[in-house]
């Protein structure tokens, strides 16, 4: 009923920029906290960025001011800009999102929802 889609991973040099997208679609009634988490070959999945829905954002040490997070809420999507980007910010990268949605019933369910993964790769 709801999906996160994520795009706008590839491959790019250090020191260069990307910008990862997701959205949410489906019935959806609202969308609380949205983030960004990433996950490095061999090592656990960490959080790299959350933002409220009022816009207020947060960010893992390593990555402070060099990605940006923000999100439309007309458009129900969330970005990552991710800039001076580093080999070592090599990972899957994936958009989570608390939401609720209307089943066929238009009873309001809370969701924990996640996109499948973008991967960025970033070559020394």
């Known amino acids: 009923q709801v999906q996160l889609v994520e795009s706008g991973g590839g491959l790019v040099q250090a020191g260069g920029s990307l910008r990862l997208s997701c959205a949410a679609s489906?019935?959806?009634?609202?969308?609380?906290?949205m983030a960004w988490y990433r996950q490095a070959p061999g090592k656990q999945r960490e959080l790299v960025a959350a933002i409220t829905s009022g816009g207020i954002a947060n960010y893992v040490d390593s990555v402070k001011g060099r990605f940006t997070i923000s999100r439309d809420n007309a458009k129900n999507t969330v970005y990552l800009q991710m800039t001076s980007l580093k080999p070592e910010d090599t990972a899957v990268y994936y958009c989570?999102?608390?939401?609720?949605?209307?089943?066929?019933?238009?009873?309001?369910?809370?969701?924990?929802?996640w996109g499948q993964g973008t991967l960025v790769t970033v070559s020394s």
């Open positions: 989570n999102a608390d939401l609720s949605w209307i089943d066929d019933y238009a009873r309001e369910n809370a969701l924990n929802a």
């Open positions: 489906g019935k959806i009634f609202s969308i609380n906290g």
